[in-house]
């Protein structure tokens, strides 16, 4: 069983190496495109709850601290993929777009008391979009512009991680990441009149780099039977390098000939601080219920913009790019009977809802809010050779909207197993 389940792992290791998740969002545009939700099976049911959420037999790497309460006689292996249907509305004009992506593949086991340790590949952001819209120049209609707009590609992330309880209710974790990946924006506008040339702009960026983040977690015991965890965690921002580029092409459809000029910003890209609080409660470890506050100082970062001052071009930082991004969580878990021979006793019922703003701007304005809900199930899977394995189940629904702004209403599916072998068992022998 171990062999299989091996060989497994390492089947969805190498393809979460090689796979990109997609996104058909035109939000994807702007920044590093749309950050990931970067949650495990588990907590995708509670809409992503987890800063102060910790269990013997989940890996919850929203917060390394969490690692120190995995059960000692497990190796534990979280995979996950989603599938997704979103529809975007705007003035009255509605169009839908499906993906099913590969999203996480994590490890986790304890190295010794009090002391756990991660691994894994997760996504970071998404690139995916193609759209175009025709209009009037200059309000005469004899000669028409349709602007083109695509992209693709991401940013990938790989981390290990370690947390430790050096006292009795107290947990710290750090999380080192490496982070790697490239995106590619392209628009493009052409003229219906012949005279007029045609213009594309092209930016790129590939970057290789690094990211920590820190955590902690410490329970209050209540009474006997309750008891209150708070966490909170830490990633401070620094430059990622990035060298991001720009060609801007006009192409004369008459003559043949074509003008490019490049443009590079050395070492332009950031990422900001990010931190996150959390409460969560735990009954008689059957009823979990949390809140999560996330704040990601997008606001205090610069990001590269192409502009055109009189006659005069450039590509340089802007420090008007981005906002910061706030996000609050509220969910749950209910759980009657873990240890318990009876399935529905056993059986994870999760739920969540969120509110958040996005952390990019549009034409100078705030980018659309985010709200979403959540529901799940955490299924256990009994066979001959494993009782303590997972199948996390969840249905989210999420919509981004703001005045003027186009609206997208996500329905997503998220998919993952958690395989828990017991791989550090002292066997006796009479």
């Known amino acids: 069983m171990r062999k299989i389940f091996c060989g497994l792992a390492m089947t969805f290791v190498v393809l979460a190496a090689s796979a990109q998740s997609g996104t058909n969002s035109p939000y994807s545009q702007y920044g590093f495109g749309v950050l990931a939700d970067q949650t495990g099976g588990g907590n995708r049911g509670m809409n992503g709850l987890g800063v102060g959420y910790k269990e ?39 169009k839908n777009a499906k993906n099913a992506d590969f999203e996480y593949a994590i490890a986790g086991f304890r190295v010794a008391r009090g002391l756990g340790m991660s691994f894994g590949l997760l996504p970071f952001s998404n690139v995916g979009y193609s759209f175009s819209s025709t209009s009037s120049v200059n309000g005469d209609n004899t000669v028409a512009s349709t602007q083109s707009y695509s992209g693709s590609g991401g940013l990938h992330q790989a981390f290990v991680g370690v947390g430790w309880s050096p006292l009795r209710n107290l947990s710290v974790g750090v999380n080192a990441s490496y982070i790697w990946g490239s995106f590619t924006r392209s628009i493009t506008n052409v003229y219906s009149e012949a005279t007029i040339s045609s213009l594309s702009k092209t930016y790129d960026a590939t970057l290789t780099n690094y990211k920590i983040d820190l955590g902690v977690q410490y329970t209050v015991p209540l009474d006997k039977k309750n008891s209150l965890t708070v966490g909170a965690t830490f990633s401070p921002g620094h430059n990622v390098g990035g060298d991001p580029s720009c060609r801007v092409t006009s192409y004369n459809t008459q003559t043949g000939v ?58 340089a930082m802007s420090g008007d790019y981005f906002n910061d991004r706030h996000k609050i969580v509220l969910g749950g878990e209910y759980c009657k009977a873990e240890m318990t021979r009876g399935f529905f006793n056993r059986l994870r019922y999760r739920a969540g809802v969120s509110y958040g703003t ?54 997503r599916i998220n998919l993952g197993i958690t395989f828990n072998e017991r791989w550090f068992m002292k066997w006796k022998v009479e």
Do not use: C
């Open 56 to 94: 013997h037999n989940q890996v919850n790497f929203i917060n390394p601290a969490s690692y120190s309460s995995i059960d000692s006689l497990s190796f534990i292996f979280d995979v996950g993929v989603s599938g997704q249907l979103t529809n975007f509305s705007e003035n009255g004009k509605k």
């Open 258 to 315: 074509s003008n490019t000029s490049s443009y590079e910003v050395k070492d332009g890209l950031e990422l900001p601080n990010m931190l996150s609080a959390g409460l969560m409660f735990n009954h008689n470890n059957q009823l979990k219920v949390g809140v999560d506050y996330h704040l990601q100082q997008w606001s205090k970062i610069s990001f590269p913009i192409y502009q055109v001052n009189g006659n005069t071009p450039s590509y």
């Open 358 to 411: 996005t952390n990019y701007k549009i034409n100078g304005n705030d980018g659309p809010k985010e709200m979403s809900v959540s529901a799940g199930f955490g299924i256990p899977i009994v066979n001959t050779y494993n009782n303590r394995s997972i199948l996390n189940l969840s249905a989210q629904w999420s919509r981004l909207s703001g005045n003027g702004l186009l609206a997208e209403n996500t329905f």
